[in-house]
């Protein structure tokens, strides 16, 4: 092989090193992080609802009065969930384009169907927490929830779940949405623990299994909401609204 | 044995190539594909066509210089094995088999399946040389190494640079490659004096080279002739860490 004339490649600057390709990923890995750990709180907030209607809007006047720490959470949030997204798609094109010519026969040995199906149930999650803050949280395609009131006047989040999930349409999409955020982290979590270099041979299965535990538990925990709804599990307070 | 061969066939690395179907004809199952390909060339020769041409060395597995695509899996997906090691018994009397070159964008194609495959010595460049003392040899022993580090550095080190992992990552990363080489010196006295710079450089220069990033597929591992892990990349995520935040 002749002498190559090599740089030893272009200065380490901070902003150099999260255009690395690792930064990319460490990047990837803690936005992610942020907004699991956000998946698990909000379901201990949704889990609410089997604890009754007084519950539930108590918890969420709770939340309401604590603007400061809403705000600052919706907005971690954001610039978390736009971050990953924008990046995760610019990750796509750059690998695609890492092979210009494709191969005529495509085989795959061990990837898993949910590390090739990263980008897609991504863009599932995304669409649907797009959907989600207009349903709920802004109240935007639904108007008549903003009037629903419970006894002590406060705005009657319990009814306002129940009356959604109990059109069969919102739940399946609901659930579909689920399937793509537990699918997506099925190889989200271990690829965190290898991304900060924690994986070895012998924890490799473990955070595998984590992994599978971790989504697994969030999907029913979440699907239980709309099922229950749906089998009359949990019904509007006595007396309509 | 008889086989349908699909070969990719390209003048050079500026003209587009297309694939060419030729017959194996009278093959013995004990051959290795390199020694298939060989026959098939010589007919090729006879019938006044230009042979295939394709990277070899050693032809006994520690060359690292065959390589192929063989229906989408680099080498073939025999497992431990490289393209001159594995035999024709693994294929089926009259299967079709399709040939590509390694493709990554950091691989140009030279001719028919040789490819450029020099971005990995340029990155092997970028990581320098290890600081080693003058004078007389050491004595045997003289740095005791725990067996369990030994074991692990020359796992690492198994790696004969065949860009296998670049070829059937779906990402065309080089990642395992470079955690390879990272990883047989983190782990020994002898690397720990560039061992910070070690990382950076070789990592600055794999993204200079255009190779995508990591998404943990993991079809670098199993394709690997050495079957080297990907807790080798780990433990390069693990260095690059420790590398920036120094
Ligand atoms: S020719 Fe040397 S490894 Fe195959």
Redesign the interface.
Known sequence: ?ST?Q?S???A?T?S??LS???????FMAATGLFMSLFVLGHLVGNLQIFLGQDQLNTYAQALKDLPALTWSVRTVMFICLVLHVWRGIQ?YF??R???????????????SLA??T?IFTGIGIFLYVVYHLLHYTFIVTNPQYAGLHDALGRHDVYSMVVLGFQNGWISAVYVLAMLCLCYHLT?AI??F?????????KT?LRFDIIGWLIATVIFIGYTMIPVAVLLKLVILPEGGM | MNFTLRVWRQKNAREKGCLETYQARDISEDMSFLEMLDVVNENLVKDGIEPIHFDHDCREGICGACSLVINGIPHGGKKGCTTCELRMRNFADGDTITVEPFRAGAFPVIKDLMVDRSALDRIMQAGGFVSANTGGAPDANALPIKKDTVESAMDAAACIGCGACVAACKNASAMLFVSAKVSHLAQLPQGQVERVERVRKMVARMDFEGFGNCTNYYECEAVCPKEISVKNIARMNREFLKAITK
């Open positions: 092989m190559v090599v030893s490649g272009p380490q901070s150099m090193v690395s390709s690792i930064g990319k990923k460490l990750l750059e690998n384009a890492s092979r210009p010519v494709r191969y005529h026969v495509n085989a795959t040995v061990q990837a590390s090739r990263m190889h271990p690829s623990f290898q991304t900060l270099g924690l994986n070895n041979d490799r």
